[in-house]
C-alpha cells in the first residue's frame, strides 16, 4: 500500500544535539512538508518542497533544516538552535488537491 | 490571502448527539476545502473534502457543504459516537499549498 513512513514514532535529544527525522513516501508525490504541532494548537508549517532538489521555508522555519536529493525522501533536521524543539512532527505529501500525512515523530528534548 | 477559521473547542457531547463544527475561510480564487480527522497520538486522516461550490463531502456518517456563498464548510454529523473523538481540522487548498483550522477537540461522552 502506498503511504509516508515517518520513523522514529518517538525520539528523544539531549539539549544541544542535533536530530533528524525520516520521511519516506511511496506516493510518487512531488510535493513534501513538515509541520510542527505543539499540545491543544494546530499546525504550524516549518518547510516545504514542491521539486527535487529544492525547498522553501514555511512560518517557523528557524532552528531547522532539510534536503529533498530524492523524490521519495524529505528529512528533517532539528539543529541546536531551536531553542524549543519539544512538540509533535508531522510530515505530509500531496499532489494537486490531496494530502497525505505520516503518523508523525514525538521529540522530547531531555 | 487563505486562512481558515474554524470554532475553538473543546466541544463536549453525549453519545447520539447531533455535532456542528463551524468552518469559514478566506481565498483567492477557487479552492478545494477537506476536513481532517486526527485520534490521539497519530497522524491526520482526510474526513471529506469537496472541490467546488455546492458540493456536498460525506463519510462515516460525517458531512459538509461548500457554500460559496457564506465562505462555509461546516462539519455536521447526526448520531456521534464514543470513537468520534478526536481533534478535527478545517483545511482550503488552492494548489499545492494547504492552509489549515487550528483545530476543534470533540470529546464524546457515553
Known amino acids: 500500500d502506498g503511504g509516508i513512513t515517518q520513523s522514529p514514532k518517538y525520539l528523544f535529544r539531549k539539549e544541544g544535539q542535533n536530530v533528524t527525522l525520516s520521511c519516506e513516501q511511496n506516493?510518487?508525490?512531488?510535493?513534501m512538508y513538515w509541520y510542527r504541532q505543539d499540545p491543544g494548537q494546530g499546525l504550524r508549517l516549518i518547510y516545504y518542497?514542491?521539486?527535487?532538489?529544492?525547498?522553501q521555508k514555511g512560518d517557523i522555519a528557524e532552528g531547522y533544516s532539510v534536503s529533498r536529493e530524492k523524490k521519495e525522501s524529505f528529512p528533517l533536521t532539528v539543529t541546536s538552535a531551536q531553542k524549543n524543539p519539544t512538540a509533535f512532527y508531522l510530515c505530509?505529501?500531496?499532489?494537486?488537491?490531496?494530502?497525505?500525512f505520516g503518523s508523525g515523530t514525538r521529540l522530547t528534548v531531555v | 490571502g487563505n486562512s481558515v477559521t474554524q470554532m475553538e473547542g473543546p466541544v463536549t457531547l453525549s453519545e447520539e448527539a447531533f455535532l456542528t463544527i463551524n468552518c469559514t475561510y478566506t481565498?483567492?480564487?477557487?479552492?478545494?476545502l477537506f476536513w481532517y480527522v486526527q485520534y490521539p497520538g497519530e497522524g491526520l486522516q482526510l474526513l471529506l473534502k469537496?472541490?467546488?461550490?455546492?458540493d456536498k463531502g460525506s463519510n462515516k456518517g460525517f458531512e459538509a457543504t461548500y457554500r460559496k456563498e457564506t465562505t462555509s464548510f461546516h462539519l455536521e454529523k447526526g448520531s456521534v459516537q464514543v470513537s468520534d473523538s478526536a481533534v478535527y481540522f478545517c483545511?482550503?487548498?488552492?494548489?499545492?499549498?494547504?492552509?489549515f483550522g487550528t483545530g476543534t477537540s470533540l470529546t464524546v461522552i457515553p
Open positions: 481565498a483567492t480564487g477557487y479552492p478545494s
Open positions: 518542497s514542491q521539486i527535487v532538489n529544492d525547498f
Open positions: 506516493l510518487n508525490h512531488d510535493a
Open positions: 469537496a472541490t467546488k461550490a455546492d
Open positions: 483545511a482550503l487548498s488552492t494548489g499545492n499549498q494547504f492552509y
Open positions: 505530509a505529501s500531496s499532489f494537486f488537491h490531496g494530502y497525505t
